[in-house]
């Protein structure tokens, strides 16, 4: 279910050819109340940064598993 990519730290990356000029986050659950609140949120553009770890979550599979449902 997809609902399981959208918990606790998430980190996406687009590929360098992709500019970034809006960022949408939508809340849809908070376990410790129902106000939902972001706590930390960077939008970097590092082209030398270091690859991104196993937790990341790659845009193309969310909106895959999206287009299955």
Known sequence: MID???RSWQLLELPAA??????KIVGTHNSANEVFHCVHFECPADPN?????????????????????
């Not at 992709?18 to 960022?23: E, N, R």
Request: aromatic share 10%; net charge negative; no cysteine.
């Open 49 to 69: 940064a270091p690859p991104v770890d196993e937790r990341s979550v790659l845009p193309k599979d969310i909106v895959a598993e999206e287009m299955e449902q």
């Open 18 to 23: 992709v500019p970034v000029v809006f960022v």
């Open 4 to 6: 399981s990519y959208f």
